[in-house]
């Protein structure tokens, strides 16, 4: 008689759990040995298994020494049993929150109107595999250090990103769209002489709440002011024409704009168009096709993304590493239990409160103090 299948359990780990329960595993101490063999242990024996993500693979690889990153890396690589995120294809190594979007999107077309956790139910079965831990990484560790300084590269980048996207120094985004488009252009030197202005505010807004890592927040601000002014040599001279042009680069059509939307809507909706024409970008389908028959309520990445986005608490620091652990939190769509930050959590329950969709969206989402704690959340 053939057993029964079993399903396994998914757990995604924040990347601190998964770093703790690492390094006690190559502990020279021998209390710290045996709590991290007992974990692994637990895993095999309640049928749980992690589920890992690019993202969590560059965090462990975002380190100054070379030597820690190649241990990581092994105890992955050693690891019997394991969960992550696919591409989509057999064989495929581990992928992140681009790959996600695109089985989302891709399940949201194949079945219109679907509700979200119907296109995440269709979403999963492209998007999780299992195997051993050679498989997730490949033969060669060898590989993943040559990527280590594009990761650390973007590490950089990410801190960066955050300072300036998050900030409110400009913020129009409750105003109507059509009083913007009404608006007059600024000359060249009136508009120069407010672009310093601006990148004043930005610098010391980016000091005082940046990443503390960011060692010229000068720089920063100036880089995304100059970008702003070389963009404005290219662009109309009506505010009307200058609105428009800017949604249709990012796939927002005038028919698509409502009379009540605001600027933050309209650019939330740009942001959702253009990451969806990234991730679909190897796809079969027409992005057209795929604009009229995908909303955004459908996608659970982008509901988890934006609503931690738009309804998270102020924090007094907006650190790169927020933008990893949004990405992260995209896995509590998936995995059976996500586990994350004191931050994150606050940002999942506010957000839960202000947007109902993203319960549909989500399992369960705890916190632990340490990766020992976790099998008490389970039990």
């Not at 101490?29 to 242990?41: L, Q, V």
């Not at 949201?108 to 831990?133: H, K, M």
């Not at 800017?246 to 005038?254: Q, R, V």
Request: glycine share 6%; with cysteine; charged share 25%.
């Amino acid at each position: 008689m053939a057993m029964p299948l079993i399903k396994p359990f998914f757990i995604a780990l924040d990347t601190s759990h998964l770093n703790h329960w690492i390094r006690e595993a190559l502990s020279t101490k021998s209390a710290e040995r045996k709590s991290a063999e007992t974990f692994s242990d637990w895993l095999k024996c309640s049928g749980t298994l992690p589920l890992i993500s690019l993202h969590h693979i560059e965090e462990l690889c975002v380190h100054n020494d070379e030597d820690t990153v190649l241990w990581r890396l092994r105890f992955l690589h050693s690891l019997p049993f394991v969960a992550w995120i696919s591409d989509g294809m057999a064989n495929s190594g581990p992928a992140g929150v681009t790959s996600i979007m695109r089985a989302e999107a891709l399940a949201a077309f194949a079945e219109p109107g679907a509700s979200i956790t119907r296109v995440r139910d269709l979403a999963s079965r492209a998007l999780i595999q299992v195997g051993t831990g050679e498989e997730l990484l490949g033969p060669f560790l060898e590989d993943w250090l040559l990527l280590r300084e594009e990761f650390l590269r973007r590490s950089e980048h990410s801190r960066n990103l955050v300072a300036v996207a998050h900030s409110n120094v400009v913020d129009l985004s409750s105003m109507p769209l059509g009083e913007l488009m009404r608006g007059k252009i600024r000359g060249e030197k009136d508009l120069l002489r407010q672009l310093k202005l601006i990148e004043g505010s930005f610098a010391f807004d980016i000091a005082k709440h940046g990443d503390k890592r960011i060692t010229n927040p000068e720089a920063v601000a100036r880089d995304f002011v100059e970008k702003v002014a070389e963009a404005r040599k290219n662009l109309p001279d009506t505010a009307a024409d200058l609105v428009l042009q800017s949604l249709a680069a990012m796939g927002i059509e005038e028919s698509d704009i409502s009379p009540n939307m605001t600027v933050g809507q309209a650019l939330d909706r740009g942001l959702f168009l253009r990451q969806m024409k990234i991730a679909t970008a190897r796809s079969t389908i027409s992005f057209n096709d795929l604009k009229r028959a995908v909303s955004q309520d459908q996608i659970p990445s982008w509901v988890i993304s934006s609503s931690l986005r738009q309804h998270g608490p102020s924090l007094p620091e907006r650190k790169g590493s927020d933008l990893t652990d949004t990405h992260l939190a995209c896995l509590s769509a998936y995995a059976d239990l996500t586990l994350v930050d004191k931050r994150t959590l606050e940002a999942f329950r506010r957000a839960n409160r202000a947007n109902p969709i993203l319960g549909k969206a989500c399992k369960a989402i705890k916190r632990a103090a340490s990766y020992s704690d976790i099998p008490n959340l389970i039990s």
